[in-house]
C-alpha cells in the first residue's frame, strides 16, 4: 500500500470525526436514507476507490478534491434522492495525469440495495453526442470524406428540398439545424403501433422526413434529432453502423474496454439500472445494459443521440486523450486542430428562443464564463450532461477533467442533480485549479 493510500485513508478517518454530518446520517429514518449513509460510511474507509496522486502534499496543504467530496456528497446524495454517483477527476502535469475517483452510495436501490461500484457501467443518455457521434463525424472530416459546411442533402437525399436544402452539417452540430427537439410519444406511439419494437430503419425515416420547426440558422434549439442525423451521415458515408465505427476508431484504440453501445452479458452485473419497462432484463423489470433514451430505443439501442454506456475510467481515458490534442499514449484519434474546433464557440452571436447567447462547439457544449462571473464559473470549459445524471466538464487551459455520473433516474426518474453537479464542479475549482 502506497504513501499516498495512507494519506488518503487518514484524510477519510479524519473527515468522519471532524464532520458530525457524515456519521449523522446514520442516524437518520428511512431505509433509504440509512443505506446511501452507511455505504458512503464503507467507502470512506476503503482505499480502492479513494483519492490517488502522483506526489505526497504537504501537510499544511489544503484539504483535498476527495475529502472536500465526502465532507458533501453524502448529503447532497440524501436530500436530492440521488441513489448513488462515481466521480472522477484528472489533472494534467509535466509527468501525466494526477487523478482521483471514489463511488457514493447505491447503484440501485430496488427491488434490493446494491452497493455503487467505482467500475459501475452507466448509461451516458446525451453525453454520447459528443463523445460517440461527434467524434465519429470529426474523423470522416479529417479523412476529407464530409465537410461541417456541407449541406446535409449532399448525404441525406430528405434534405434536398424547400428550407431543408439550406442545412447543413455544422447547423446540425450546433443545434441551429431548425429541427424540433424530440420526437413525440404520439409520433412514437405510431411508430410502434405500425412498425414493432425496435423499429430502427422506420424511426429514422421519420425523423429524415420531419418538417422543420423553424428556419435554419436562426436560432438554437436543442434536439436530439440534430444527433441522429449525424449518426446517419457517419453510417452513410462510412458504410459502418455507428456503434461499429465509434468501436473501432475510438474506443477500443483508446483501451475504452468498458464502452460502447449494446453492453454485452459480461458488463450486466456492472450495469446501474434506470427505471421499469415492460422490456427490462433487470432484477424488478429495471432497463439494465439497456438505453434508456425512447428514441434510442425505438432503434434498437443505437442512436445518435444516446445509447452509449460507459465508466468513470474509460471516460477519463477520453478526456485525457481530449486535453492531449487529440492523442493518449502515442494512440492520435483526433488532430489538435480538430480537437480545438470542436470545443470552441462555432456559433457566434448565436442565441436561443428566449434572446439569451446559446454558444455551442460542434456537439459540445460550452460553458463561456460571462464578465461577472466568479470561481469555477470564470474558467472555460466544455462539456455535456445527460438525462440519466451523467456529466462531464473539461476545463483545456488547466488541464483538468471532472466526471460526475450518478443513475439519477432510478428508481422512478424524480431524482435532481443540478445543485449536486454544481457542488462537484465548485469542489474541483477551489482544490484543483485554485479558483
Known sequence: MGAMTHVA???WMTMLVACPAQTALLERSGPHERAIAESAQTLLKSSSTGERTQTTQPATAPVGFIQRLDAVVPELLRTHHIPGAVIAAGRKTDQGFETWKK?????QIEPQQVPMPADAVFDMASMTKPIATGTSLMILVERGKVRVDDPVGK?????????????TVRQLMTH?????????????????????FPCPEATRHAIRTLDLAQKPGEVVVYSCLNAILCAEIVEKVSGQSLN??????IFKPLGMNDTGYLPTERLWPRCVPTTRTDYG?????????????????LQGGVSGNAGLFSTADDLARFAQMMLNGGELEGVRILAKDTVQQMTTIQNDSAKNKAGRPDRRGLLWDIYQPDADDTGVDALYAYGHTGYTGTAIRIYPAQGVYVIALTNRVHPDDKAEVGEFRRAVWQIAGETLMDV
Open 155 to 167: 448525404y441525406l437525399p430528405e434534405f434536398t428540398e424547400g428550407d431543408k436544402k439550406n442545412v
Open 281 to 297: 432484463r433487470g432484477a424488478g423489470g429495471f432497463l439494465q445494459g439497456q438505453v434508456h433514451d425512447p428514441l434510442a430505443a
Open 176 to 196: 441551429m439545424s431548425g429541427e424540433p427537439p424530440y420526437l413525440g410519444a404520439a409520433s412514437q406511439k405510431k411508430l410502434r403501433n405500425a412498425h414493432g
Open 244 to 249: 461499429a465505427f465509434a468501436a473501432d476508431k
Open 9 to 11: 485513508i487518514l484524510g
Open 103 to 107: 463511488a457514493y452510495g447505491l447503484m
